[in-house]
T-cell receptor, first 113, second 112 residues
Framework: DVKVTQSSRYLVKRTGEKVFLECVQD?????MFWYRQDPGLGLRLIYF???????EKGDIPEGYSVSREKKERFSLILESASTNQTSMYLC????????????FGPGTRLTVL | DQQVKQNSPSLSVQEGRISILNCDYT??????FLWYKKYPAEGPTFLIS?????DKNEDGRFTVFLNKSAKHLSLHIVPSQPGDSAVYFC???????????FGKGTKLSVKP
């Protein structure tokens, strides 16, 4: 059974703080993804990674960075949190080749005050 | 410009009846299609998929239909159950190393 875990279910931060969201998967998947989900906007891809130390921008990378130092771990960093980054953040992983489903973590509900 | 559209933000169905969720796409390069289900405060879970060489795939109460000429995908749930109440996302894979493009979702409510 694939398991994707995220470091926090709920997080409250203040504007300007640096925020780290951690994601770990235990199935040796090559691909990892970070999305945010907002009402009426669906899932929007922030960043993804095909391999260790590799990263690619998604549709909405502004204000975010990522780190993948180990295959199983993919971190999302908000360098200076802003209120418009209040959202549900979802991490996912999948096998390297195409035509495979992505497996999602439970999500982190981030509130920036 | 949206590549994937789920035009109904919400759908309400009586328990035991059929639920039909729809998804339209614009680019014929997509060749693998998935449906995910999401409960509040949880991550999406994979439900069912179909490749472009098929026009139907069935798994228990869930059936996905693909009409390539119309660039239309639908998910049928029969019979619908209250536990099916969730947001449903269609997702499309264009073969680009596993990236999926998601629709905005349809919130299904199944009333007892």
């Amino acid at each position: 059974d694939v398991k994707v875990t995220q470091s926090s279910r709920y997080l409250v931060k203040r504007t300007g703080e640096k925020v780290f969201l951690e994601c770990v998967q235990d199935m040796d998947h090559e691909n990892m993804f970070w999305y945010r989900q907002d009402p009426g906007l669906g899932l929007r891809l922030i960043y993804f990674s095909y391999d260790v130390k590799m990263k690619e921008k998604g549709d909405i990378p502004e204000g975010y960075s990522v780190s993948r130092e180990k295959k199983e771990r993919f971190s999302l960093i908000l360098e200076s949190a802003s209120t418009n980054q209040t959202s549900m953040y979802l991490c996912a992983s999948s096998l390297g080749q195409s035509y495979n489903e992505q497996f999602f973590g439970p999500g982190t509900r981030l509130t920036v005050l | 410009d949206q590549q994937v559209k789920q035009n109904s933000p919400s759908l309400s169905v009586q328990e035991g009846r059929i639920s039909i969720l729809n998804c339209d796409y614009t680019n014929s390069m997509f060749d693998y299609f998935l449906w995910y289900k999401k409960y509040p405060a949880e991550g999406p879970t994979f439900l069912i998929s179909i490749s472009s060489i098929k026009d139907k795939n069935e798994d228990g109460r869930f059936t996905v239909f693909l009409n390539k000429s119309a660039k239309h995908l639908s998910l049928h749930i029969v019979p619908s159950q209250p536990g099916d109440s969730a947001v449903y996302f269609c997702a499309l894979d264009g073969g680009s190393q596993g990236n999926l493009i998601f629709g905005k979702g349809t919130k299904l409510s199944v009333k007892p």
